[in-house]
């Protein structure tokens, strides 16, 4: 609220939200927030002990029934780890819930799918700054990545026995620096074309907003030198 004019203080903020039921602060840190003002808005009387109560009971009640102050040996999930977490079963429903929230915008004469049983048989190359990097595969707000368990599209098809030759063209999804002969001498030689193009957390994350929909730096060049 402070940024948007609403409020001019942290004080102000916090007598705003308790009024308006608001209970729960998504803070940055401990050294500047919101919520650390309570007390001064309760010692100034612009909010009462009554109202306080009532906005944390429903916290604490929450917090309960999660388990948070049970014995360790309560709670179920405290045992659960990599081999649960990662197993096959766990998995194969990771790959299922992927497959089925695909987009496909187009499919011109029946491309998609390719049959891994004639992938062997076919030279694919594998271009683009998605391609092969697992560090700019996740969103934002995602969890800390686990390298080994991280398929990159080169990977996958890798695994599949496909014949992949790669060229990332640009590293970073920035793309300042694109090596377009590297892309052009994969893409010509191959007979199907694998394009991973994309902006990643670098890009764009909450609070970094862009000003328009287009590919980042030399990204469209590659796509367009890939397609030629």
């Known amino acids: ?3 948007h004019h609403y409020t001019h203080t942290f004080l102000e903020t916090a007598v705003a939200s308790l009024n308006a039921g608001c209970n729960l602060e998504l803070s940055c840190g401990m050294r500047n927030n919101v919520f650390m003002h309570i007390p001064k808005a309760l010692a100034m009387g612009n909010i009462t002990l009554q109202m306080l109560r009532d906005r944390v009971r429903p916290l604490f009640y929450t917090r309960m029934r999660l388990g948070e102050f049970d014995p360790p040996a309560m709670n179920p999930y405290s045992a659960l780890d990599l081999s649960v977490v990662q197993s096959p079963e766990h998995r194969n429903l ?3 819930a992927a497959v089925k929230s695909f987009v496909l915008l187009k499919n011109i004469q029946g491309t998609l799918p390719l049959r891994a049983r ?7 190359a594998l271009v683009g700054p998605f391609a092969d990097n697992p560090r700019v595969l996740f969103g934002d707000y995602a969890p800390v990545p686990e390298p080994q368990y991280i398929y990159t599209p080169r990977r996958g098809l890798e695994t599949l026995g496909a014949n992949v030759s790669f ?3 640009c590293s970073k999804p920035r793309c300042h620096q694109y090596s377009q002969a590297e892309v052009v001498r994969v893409a010509g030689a191959a007979d199907v074309v694998v394009v991973c193009l994309g902006t990643g957390v670098g890009v764009e994350t909450e609070a970094r907003d862009r000003s328009d929909l287009s590919l ?3 990204q469209l060049k590659l796509l367009q030198d890939a397609v030629q």
Request: charged share 10%; glycine share 22%; proline share 5%.
């Open 216 to 218: 980042p730096g030399h």
């Open 167 to 169: 060229a990332a063209g």
């Open 118 to 124: 004639g992938l062997a048989s076919r030279h694919l």
């Open 1 to 3: 609220m402070l940024g």
């Open 94 to 96: 990771t790959v299922e």
